[in-house]
């Protein structure tokens, strides 16, 4: 039976982290704010920004949303992110996905300044990392890496595989694996035998969007397994990309679903807004 990565306790790790710094900042009469752009009523974004106003509030960090109806225009909210890059009270802001299908997200994404690009999501953030520049990192995929540097297990010189090529997760997170010197594989729906690929994985991070695709037969004795994907059942329970039961026999390592990697997603958007307070004083 596989031992536990338990994002809960990493992400009480974080934020411990970062209320230290936000309070050392407070100190130096530095305020730390974190801005959303919530546009819409859609019952899963309601919840998620709410549960990160809470966050924001543990650690000391100053949360404000800005509430639009869906029918609200993408000049409108242009504007507002360009006020949002020019205030210097706001250490970093994000837009809250799904937009409604009206809107398109990518050209306001894009024109959010890389130094408050809180979410790590714009092309210039994606191109920094790609490069090797200093960027504030996508928080599902440095959660991924903190999760697993937190219960110590090493990645240098490891066989990683990533299933998944998602500009969200899959594609940053290769960019990350690779910062620490694992060797990388990125599968997605074309690969053919993707069993035999993943069975070769030392760590195995799973974000494909797919309810339970991963099962024993994919995955090597002594693995490492990340499942980074989230499904609500019938009886509405959640599970993730992979047949937790059945891997469970067969890696090292497993992460649950929930308590695993969300946790560790919401405490990196906090780490990244003290990192972005920080940089604006050039520190």
Known sequence: MAKILDGRTAAAQVRSEVASVVAGLRE???????????????P???????????????VGIESRVHRFSAGVSQKELSGLVGRLNEDTAVSGFFIQLPLPEE???????????????????????????????PSLLPCTPHGVIQLLKRNGIDLSGREAVVVGRSNLVGKPLAQ?????????????????????????????????????MIGAEHVGEGAVVVDVGIHRKEDGGLVGDVRFDEVDQRASWISPV??????????????????????????
């Open 28 to 42: 130096r009469g530095v305020p730390v704010r974190l801005d959303v752009i919530l546009v819409g009523d859609d």
């Open 44 to 58: 899963a974004s309601i919840t998620y920004v709410a549960s990160k106003e809470r966050d924001s509030e543990e």
């Open 103 to 133: 809107l398109d997200s990518m050209p306001l994404i894009s024109s959010i300044t890389p130094a408050k690009d809180v979410d790590g999501l714009s092309p210039e953030s994606a191109g920094r990392l790609a490069v090797g520049l």
């Open 176 to 212: 990350l694996l690779l910062r620490e010197n694992a060797t990388v594989t990125v599968c997605h729906s074309r690969t053919r035998g993707l069993p035999e690929v993943t069975r070769r994985a030392d760590i195995l991070v799973v974000a494909a969007g797919k309810r339970e």
């Open 258 to 283: 929930p308590g695993g990697v969300g946790p560790m997603t919401r405490a990196m958007l906090l780490h990244n807004t003290v990192v972005a307070a920080r940089m604006s004083l050039g520190s």
